[in-house]
């Protein structure tokens, strides 16, 4: 069984690239894979496996 996530991201106007790669790994770390970006990187939708 799958769980998702969807996060709304602030990434600021100065290295959005750095922000965007420091939140991604984070959540990576904590088994979630990215399924879908927003628009314009504003929020995303991870997934990962419920029984981990």
Do not use: C, F, P
């Amino acid at each position: 069984m799958k769980e998702y996530k969807v996060v709304h991201l602030k990434l600021g106007w100065k290295n959005r690239l750095q922000a965007l790669e420091d939140i991604l790994n984070q959540y990576a770390r904590e088994g979630w894979i990215v399924k879908e970006m927003g628009n314009g990187w504003t929020s995303a939708i991870l997934e990962r496996d419920k029984n981990r």
